[in-house]
């Protein structure tokens, strides 16, 4: 298998095509939006992952909503806009919680929940100048703020039919008690008490599947992953956006419950041939990500990173390194702003949660911070 990065064609140590892999797994989202996994099997690689049609559910949240409406999805009420003046108007129509999006990939950053009118309209004139994105910005989709607990659900596709993983339970702000600004995620915990298998099931049967269907009457054959960010509303469950890739910190404690050869049903599902359902183990994973000071808005980078080996030889406990960088003497050093993910192991959530924070508890750079509320309503 190989893994995907942002620079797989060229910057690392070869060109994707150049690889000999009986599959390929694309890992970051804007390959695949660029259309990696199309060069890829027009040279008769097997991959999973979605080609640039199908990424679209990604790389743009207007096309998303568009193509949620056509297959019945439930999803929140929006409106999509390019120019400022029907875009605040359509905020001043709508209620707290406001929630502005970027059109386009802004590594997970381009999504703005508040309840301040006057902080919406500053975003969405910062996301049309293009001054916070860029191009990815200057479309725009503003919708209702939906309430009530975020899920997660990864569905592994094979074009027509679908499997679930379990849910996660990601939290997105910065601060505990979900305050402060959204970030790429600061940690997340599986399996969640408010979504059990009823839930999941439901989540295949009126979400991916409707969306696979509408794809395909679209000639767009899926074959990856369906990464469905989900509102448990009082009106049942709501689509919030699609992502067309494992994402993190969610994968890190939904993949390693999967108990069964994860490659074969990853091959699988490549091949278009989907026969196999995952087997998950009884276990929880719980995540917490650690954060270089300033993250989100200018992380600090090349702190030396004091305690991994300290940290991993906890029992239940492993490390999953980003924002990381060598150094002198083989040290790490933070080179992004989420660095790590501390991840624990156990048979209840309340296990794994302790197991987690033991081993944040023994790393340090300075400036190191993180939430210290992961998986704590889950884990009573």
Known sequence: MSGGNPGIEG????????????????GPEAPLVGGIADRLRADGKLVFGPGADGA???????????????AGVP?????????????????????????VKTDGLAAGKGVVVTQSLDEA??????????????????????????????????????????????????????GDGDTGPNTGGMGAYSPVPVAPQHVVDDVLDRFIL???ATLSGRGIDYRGVLFAGLMLTADGPKMLEYNVRFGDPECQVVVPLVDSDLAQLLAQAAAGDLTSSPKISSDAMVSVVLAAEHYPLLPRTGDVIEGLDEARAIDGVTICCAGVASGPQGRLLTAGGRVLSVCGRGPTIAIARERAYAGVSAISWPGMHFRTDIAASAAT
């Open 121 to 174: 309209r500053n975003t969405v004139g910062d996301y049309l100048s293009g001054a916070a994105f860029g191009d990815a910005g200057r479309r725009l989709v503003i919708e209702e703020g939906l309430v009530g607990p975020e899920i997660s659900v990864f569905a592994i596709c094979d074009g027509t039919r679908a499997v679930g993983l379990p849910p996660a339970q990601d939290h997105k702000r910065i």
């Open 210 to 212: 409707p969306t696979l």
């Open 56 to 70: 679209r559910l990604e790389g743009s949240k207007a096309w998303m909503k568009e193509l949620l409406s056509d």
């Open 11 to 26: 910057s690392t140590t070869a060109p994707a095509s150049e690889i000999d892999a009986d599959l390929f797994v694309i």
């Open 75 to 99: 999803t929140a009420r929006h409106g999509v806009f390019t120019t400022e003046e029907p875009a605040l108007a359509f905020l001043d129509r709508m209620t707290p919680p406001y929630v």
